[in-house]
């Protein structure tokens, strides 16, 4: 049994957004967004990686399975950085000795 | 009824002789025989340094070891039962041995890597028995930093990269589980149709997949603090020791369910087959498998407390900690009811059975007083939390994984044991077990510390009777040893099913042959019918 | 009933029908393939963890530490970082390809798509090693003599940054010396750990490569090629998130 086999057309075009998606977020990274530069950034770096999972790993035309194994990883990935947030949004930077005054 | 039974001709364990057949098999039961004898070596290892601990702590005064050798004692017994005891036993022998043909397989997916993961095993341990000889570690098996990056002289790296190593051993089995049971079922073997067994180890296989590396990574940024000087953690270099401590427990409070789940798993077979009745709230308790492993991973800060973590953060855990008690209380309120008016019997893994519903529901219970926030702020770091724990560990785990094995013998070796040693050494399991840690629940509400070699004076008698218990639960542990080689040789035979149990593991010859199966069998019964057993029975030798 | 007779009739017929690559264990080479592609798929996850623990210990470190963060993500040239981002999504779309002559069959073409992407990779490795080695130079390692002295930095190239910021950065030496050192240690550990991955995935290939050229693939069977694909993918998109958070950190000033 074969895979799906994609046309070379899409993986060029895939290839092309991903390129000019990397120049955009380096341009990004020189406009003042303040706060919003490291969401921008993620979100375009979020997006490339859906277009890399999507077509050139060939999720797209996957199983089920293989769908809910990839969101799985990303749910689990999720709650790590979430819930260590939970705790350090909610104090206060203590000083270490060396940066008390 | 049946003919003398006889040892078949052809098995798996005659399917080949040499060193060569073994060391490079491909065969799921020969490598689940290997891992049984590799991680009951290491038990006994673990058992030496508790024997040392017990030792030192039935007088008060620090008379037997120094402080720091007492130290690297707890240390040792925590890694080597933690990491090449527990999180392998159940999954790697039993599961090894035992998911294929109960799902109707003839291996597992891969069993190339099921091979490598037993070569990763013992290169791990290989590490871990060298920074033992070496002089030991001190650090406790958590490894907190700063201690263990920067204060401890002891041999931290060589044991961070056996536990490292050896996690991806438990990666592998996991990885390896999954595949297996979602491709790899015989027609007919639905989801809905396969042993509890199964699925708690499925259950089992995600959180050691998604929680292991984490642990990982989390070892080799230690590692590379200690040996390269990088600073992560120490706040002498600016770094957080608690940011250690969350990314340790995010994997090691889902390994405790690890540990515990396969057991869970067991204690299902057992309970249906020994009562003869079909498992009360099937998919509850299958569903509650999964419930275990997801909230699990979110509740790890529980262990963290007093450690420096946000009052709000300690609330949003204390009350998270509450929510996975649930599954199990599902599970435990499943069996009692597989058990009333069912035909109930006392034979040795059974007799294992019942000691773990009750002693999993006291660890169980313990553990709500130490998710309660209010609570665990005085008992944090005293001997409540080791009774606690171990109640879980050997109570719960470690006694399934008997039960298991006593269960399984037969099919695994096609020989019976000694019914009269067995139950004696299982009544002397429980019996050693509470005396050596119900006073631990006394003495530390009453606020002796752990990881101390001495302790004031008005705590020596519950130390003693603790000290005094763990004799007798030693030699319960070692007189299986004897029966089960005595049994290899002198056993009765077994047949196939001397259980009468269900599942499919049951129909295969006792050993199996290296393919399990002859044919690939077809199912269509559901899970536990006992009434079918007797009739399928009739076309086995 | 006599096992070992009927298992010999069983094995004789099989054998005659099933695809050399099929291993006895499995009934069909679409079963055979699916449990690799989800098996490869589960150890991915192991490595979103793996490497999730870094992300972790980053994300903590940034929020607290942000403008030392920001002035030492300054002291990496955007342009190797940028150019080492367009070669591994050069190298994917090399390794996209490569799968796909295997897919169809083509045996020269996925030979030199694969050849493609490991010189790719080593460029990437190339790279790192002139940045590593202008980090080694400017004692930016921690561990090994570590000193952040910005005043000694030249200001990364012509990339439009004008003085050193429009904020007036709070922070004593001795602050900045500690704070950007734990930059550094997750920098090197990150990009480190990823490299290791990229050596491993050029191995990895080097053998995919000779098994292509010794003909063991077709259309039926070319498992191993999607598999290395796969994994170098996810490499690549390690380096997807590690570009933007390691070297374009306030840029803007």
Redesign the interface.
């Known amino acids: ?3 799906h ?2 046309p ?1 057309g899409l ?2 075009t ?2 092309g957004a ?2 000019v998606l ?1 120049a955009l ?2 341009f990004a ?5 303040g706060q919003f ?1 490291f969401l921008v ?2 979100v ?2 979020v997006f ?2 859906s277009l ?2 999507w ?4 999720v797209k035309y ?2 089920h ?2 769908k809910l ?2 969101a ?3 749910f ?2 999720v ?3 979430s ?9 206060a ?2 000083p ?4 008390l005054q | 009824m049946l003919d003398k039974l006889k040892i078949p001709e052809r098995h798996y364990l005659n399917n080949g002789h040499s060193l060569a057949s073994w060391l490079l098999t491909k065969d799921h039961k020969r490598i689940a025989i290997m891992y049984l004898i590799s991680i009951s070596v290491m038990f006994f290892l673990g058992g030496l340094f508790a024997i040392g601990i017990r030792l030192e702590l039935a007088t008060p005064q620090g008379d037997f070891v120094t402080a720091d050798t007492y130290n690297k004692f707890f240390t040792m017994h925590g890694v080597i039962m933690v990491f090449f005891f527990l999180i392998p036993s159940i999954p790697a022998v039993l599961g090894n041995f035992l998911i294929p043909p109960m799902i109707g397989a003839k291996d597992l997916a891969f069993p190339r890597i099921n091979l490598i993961s037993l070569y990763i095993y013992w290169i791990g341990g290989v590490f871990t028995l060298y920074a033992m000889i070496a002089g030991g570690v001190d650090t406790g098996w958590t490894f907190y930093t700063p201690y263990s990056a920067t204060g401890s002289n002891t041999n931290v790296v060589p044991t961070a990269v056996g536990v490292f190593i050896a996690g991806f051993s438990s990666i592998l089995t996991g990885l390896n589980f999954i595949v297996t049971i979602h491709r790899m079922r015989a027609p007919g073997m639905t989801w809905f149709r396969l042993p509890l067994f199964v699925w708690a180890h499925y259950a089992t296989s995600l959180v050691q997949v998604l929680g292991t590396p984490v642990v990982a990574i989390t070892i080799v940024m230690l590692g590379v603090e200690r040996a390269l000087g990088f600073g992560i953690f120490d706040p002498a270099r600016g770094g957080d020791p608690v940011l250690f401590q969350h990314l340790f427990w995010f994997y090691s409070h889902p390994a405790v369910y690890i540990m515990i789940l396969p057991a869970l798993g067991v204690q299902s077979e057992l309970v249906s087959t020994f009562s003869r009745k079909t498992i009360f709230g099937y998919s509850f308790v299958a569903f509650s498998s999964l419930a275990i492993a997801v909230f699990g991973f979110i509740v790890w800060a529980h262990h963290m407390f007093v450690a420096g973590i946000s009052t709000y953060a300690a609330m949003v855990f204390s009350f998270l900690s509450f929510s996975v008690a649930i599954p199990s209380a599902v599970k435990v309120f499943n069996w009692t009811a597989t058990l009333y008016k069912g035909a109930i019997s006392f034979e040795t893994p059974m007799l294992y059975a019942y000691g773990f519903l009750g002693l999993f529901a006291i660890g169980g219970l313990t553990g709500l007083f130490l998710a309660t926030l209010g609570l665990d702020v005085h008992v944090h770091d005293t001997y409540f939390v080791v009774a606690h724990f171990h109640y879980i560990m050997v109570g719960g785990a470690i006694m399934g994984y008997m039960g298991g094995l006593h269960f399984w013998w037969p099919k695994m070796t096609g020989r019976m044991y000694s019914e009269f040693f067995s139950r004696v050494s299982a009544i002397m399991v429980f019996v050693g077990f509470n005396v050596t840690f119900f006073p631990q629940f006394v003495v530390g509400y009453l606020g002796m510390p752990r990881r101390y070699h001495s302790y004031p004076d008005e705590f020596q008698v519950l130390n003693v009777m603790s000290s005094a218990g763990a004799t007798v639960l030693g030699l319960g542990y070692a007189l299986p040893v004897l029966y089960f080689l005595w049994s290899l040789r002198y056993g009765a035979v077994a047949g196939p099913n001397p259980w009468r149990a269900s599942g499919l593991e049951w129909q295969m010859q006792s050993p199996p042959l290296t393919e399990n199966f002859v044919e690939t069998p077809i199912v269509d019964t559901e899970p536990y019918e006992y009434e079918h057993v007797v009739s399928r029975e009739k076309h086995l030798v | 009933m006599s096992n070992a007779v009927v298992h010999a009739d069983i094995h004789g017929q099989a054998h005659a029908a099933h695809h050399p690559a099929l291993r006895h264990h499995f009934d069909t080479m679409g079963q055979q393939k699916e449990a690799a592609v989800i098996g490869m798929w589960v150890f991915l996850l192991t490595e979103i963890l793996f490497f999730g623990g870094l992300f972790a210990a980053y994300m903590v470190y940034r929020v607290w530490y942000f403008d030392a963060f920001a002035e030492a993500s300054r002291s990496l040239e955007i342009f190797w970082g940028a150019l080492n981002t367009a070669v591994l999504i050069g190298s994917s779309l090399t390794m996209a390809m490569a799968v796909r002559g295997a897919q169809t069959n083509k045996r020269t073409a996925t030979i030199n798509w694969l050849i493609l992407t490991m010189l790719l990779g080593c460029v990437f490795l190339g790279v790192k090693v002139i940045e590593y080695a202008e980090k080694i130079e400017h004692h930016h390692v921690p561990g090994f003599n570590y000193q952040w002295a910005p005043a000694h930095e030249a200001a990364p190239a012509a990339e439009g940054v004008a003085a050193e910021g429009h904020r007036k950065l709070s922070l004593t030496p001795e602050q900045l010396q500690l704070m950007t050192q734990i930059y550094f240690s997750l920098y090197f550990t990150m990009t480190g750990l990823h490299a290791l991955h990229m050596i491993v995935g050029i191995g990895l290939m080097s053998v995919i490569t000779w098994m292509t050229w010794k003909g063991k693939f077709d259309r039926e069977y070319y498992t191993p090629v999607e598999m290395s694909g796969l994994y170098w993918h996810f490499v690549d998109i390690v380096w997807i998130f590690l570009f933007p958070l390691l070297y374009l950190v306030e840029r803007h000033t």
């Open positions: 049994m074969s895979g086999v994609s070379v993986y060029v895939i290839f991903l390129t990397t977020t380096v990274a020189f406009v003042d967004l530069n950034a993620m375009i770096a490339k990686a890399v999972i077509y050139f790993m060939h996957a199983s399975l293989t194994t990839v799985t990883g990303l689990f990935l709650i790590l950085l819930m260590t947030l939970i705790d350090y949004s909610s104090k930077f203590t270490m000795p060396p940066f």
